[in-house]
């Protein structure tokens, strides 16, 4: 499961490396930027790729063919990976892969899900939120110190600077927090999901839509990272023999987060939609640090 799910983050970024080497002519000079917060979506989900653009100092008002390409090649992607759901005994008959493994662990984690606590209450609803306000004005008020100190060793760059510190650190934060007993807390993936559709949608009230005349090639690229990133799947699938589920649902996790893991998980069968999910919070703990490496590498053919 960790080979699959790591497998499609690094094809994705070769995906996003090899697209813009290609097609970097037809864009901006500050397109690197906003194709490594895209990045940071398909590595993680949205939240990553709203860290990433505070993190980068993206205008609002660039995001406009981000978002059109996450959520169109997106949707198309998910479609796509449904339609080969009837092929899966195929696939893993070329692969020559043993699901026996999978299944065990699908019901293990159901398991451990029925007898988890799921009634949200107010002390709990406090407790998310001071939780994300304190992790918040901590890591804001470190990245003030540390990015200084690191910008004296490294050098000034948009990835020391203390924006780009403060989501590091507020990520490192999260992270700790889920190996707590903190995990176990019921709400808070709505508590989440409301907080990151309120800054979504302040990003999109304030994204340019009406100058989107290289959509088509926006889109094309979107279909040129999708399309390197499924070879290379297949290529390390018949390689290491990992089943059509799990590159399926590894993919997805990447591109579509816990909003599409699940879907396709269960397209297969119930009681493997936890490891789904559990993919998909795998990617959220990746993708911003991911999506960051590769608006490096994207800046240095830039050369930004």
């Not at 008020?141 to 540390?146: D, K, P, R, V």
């Not at 816990?258 to 990617?283: C, D, N, S």
Request: hydrophobic share 55%.
């Amino acid at each position: 499961m960790l080979i699959g799910f790591f497998s499609a983050t690094i094809t994705i970024m070769i995906g996003f490396v090899v697209m813009f080497a290609l097609m970097k002519n037809g864009f901006p000079p500050e397109a690197w930027k906003t194709w490594g917060a895209l990045a940071g979506s398909w590595i993680g989900g949205t939240a990553n790729m709203v860290a990433i653009q505070g993190a980068l100092g993206i205008e609002e008002s660039a995001m406009g063919y981000t978002l059109l390409v996450d959520n169109v090649n997106y949707s198309i992607w998910v479609i796509m990976l449904l339609a080969t759901v009837p092929y899966a005994k195929f696939f893993n008959k070329w692969t020559r892969t043993d699901t026996s493994t999978i299944d065990s662990v699908g019901l293990s984690l159901s398991e451990l899900d029925e007898n988890a606590r799921t009634k949200m209450e107010t002390s709990d609803l406090a407790l998310l939120i001071g939780a994300g306000l304190l992790v918040s004005a901590l890591s804001s008020w470190l990245a003030t110190f540390i990015s200084p100190m690191l910008m004296d060793v490294f050098g000034k760059s948009d990835f020391l600077s203390v924006s780009t510190v403060t989501i590091v650190l507020a990520t490192i934060f999260g992270i700790v927090c889920a190996m707590t007993p903190m995990n176990s807390i019921p709400g808070s993936s709505p508590v989440s999901m409301t907080m990151l559709y309120i800054m979504i949608c302040l990003i999109a009230s304030r994204a340019s839509f009406k100058e989107l005349t290289d959509a088509p090639y926006y889109l094309a690229a979107g279909f040129v990272v999708l399309g390197i990133h499924a070879l290379l799947m297949a290529i390390i699938a018949k390689i290491l023999k990992i089943d059509l589920f799990t590159c399926a649902v590894a993919s997805l996790a990447n591109i579509g987060a816990v909003a599409a893991a699940p879907i396709i998980a269960a397209a297969y069968k119930e009681t493997l939609v936890p490891i789904g999910v559990l993919m998909a919070l795998m990617g959220y703990v990746a993708g911003t640090a991911g999506g960051l490496f590769v608006a490096k590498m994207l800046s240095m053919m830039a050369g930004a």
